[in-house]
């Protein structure tokens, strides 16, 4: 699946600014410098995500994953089904679902906040606005997701809300099992198909096998 993953590099290029930490490990948990942990993670045939963590020692750790993609099989309707506690709402039938997920105590930033703003949400819904006309003109359900920690400011009863709370953390344990820098994505199909991808920009990434038809690839023996 490879050949796939360079259609979308413009749309992974990691963000220069964020993570700068102070001890780096590779997939082996190998202490490396710097700049040869940013040329594996660089390299998008290596199918790298990252994650990073303040230690014990109080020092920032910055990991890399063998784990750009993901993938399962789940009952869909069990999906929809918690989806519509979430949202309090229907959701729409026969529709493909992608969601976005912000990790707790994600360092994306540099910096640990657990706490989102009416301004800070304010202004991703307004750049995400050219998005979700995309996304609902291919007939895809998005929502942002956020683990259960993370506190939000938003009018969470509101039909059309999509910045929402995994109060249970059922999309936690079930689909993004693995904690990612700046947040992973899933598209979920009516087979049931869930297809994750870790990292920044990933949700494009995914809704571009949408419109290509090729998340069934993904799933083929």
């Known amino acids: 699946m490879k050949y796939l993953f360079y259609l979308y590099i413009i749309l992974l290029i990691p963000n220069l600014s964020i993570g700068q930490a102070d001890i780096y490990l590779d ?17 998008h045939a290596n199918m790298l995500s990252r994650w990073d963590f303040i230690g014990k020692d109080k020092k920032h750790y910055a990991t890399l994953r063998q784990n750009l ?21 229907k959701v729409p039938d026969s529709v493909i679902i992608l969601l976005r997920y912000k990790f707790k105590d994600d360092l994306c930033e540099n910096f640990i906040d657990n706490y989102w703003t009416r301004g800070e949400i304010k202004n ?16 895809i359900f998005y929502l942002w997701l956020f683990e259960n920690g993370i506190k939000l400011k938003t009018k969470s009863k509101e039909a059309n809300e999509f910045f ?3 109060k249970n953390n059922f999309f936690r344990d079930k689909i993004f099992t693995s904690q990612t820098l700046c947040s992973s994505a899933a598209v979920i199909t009516k087979k049931g198909e869930i297809l994750v ?13 949408v419109i290509n038809e090729e998340i069934p690839l993904f799933f083929k023996n």
């Open 164 to 166: 929402l709370l995994d």
């Open 124 to 139: 991703k819904k307004k750049w995400l606005e050219p998005r979700l006309k995309k996304f609902e003109e291919a007939n």
């Open 69 to 89: 993609y993901q993938k399962g099989i789940s009952d869909y309707n069990q999906i929809i089904t918690e989806l519509e506690k979430i949202t309090s709402t």
């Open 27 to 43: 997939v082996d948990k190998n202490i490396i410098n710097k700049d040869t942990f940013h040329i594996k993670w660089f390299n």
């Open 197 to 209: 991808m870790n990292g920044e920009g990933t949700y494009m990434a995914l809704y571009n096998h």
